[in-house]
């Protein structure tokens, strides 16, 4: 993950090489964000045509939500990525 030093963006870069069959898949939780501002998550790696499965796309959350509670950026897809930005809103 990189925040931007005015923390107005950061982006998240999620890797899923080999997850394990049944794996939990945990939420992951922030780093860096102001906890006073409210982001807006966006998927951004998405091939033409294809609509983000992440739950959280498209939604505002604050910054100490975030950074607490995180969010489902992993999947359980053999080789799968996403890159997730964030911009305060």
Not at 54 to 83: F, H, P, Q, W
Request: aromatic share 6%.
């Amino acid at each position: 993950m990189r925040v931007a030093g005015t923390k107005e963006k950061a982006v998240l870069f999620t890797y899923d090489i080999h997850p394990r069959y049944g794996e939990k898949v945990i939420a992951v939780k922030l780093q860096g964000l102001d906890p006073n501002r409210r982001y807006l998550v966006n998927e951004i790696n998405l091939m033409p045509g294809v609509t983000s499965s992440l739950k959280e796309n498209g939604k505002t959350y604050t910054g100490d939500y975030l950074m607490k509670v995180g969010i489902d950026a992993l999947t359980t897809r053999d080789m799968s990525s996403r890159v997730i930005e964030l911009t305060a809103q």
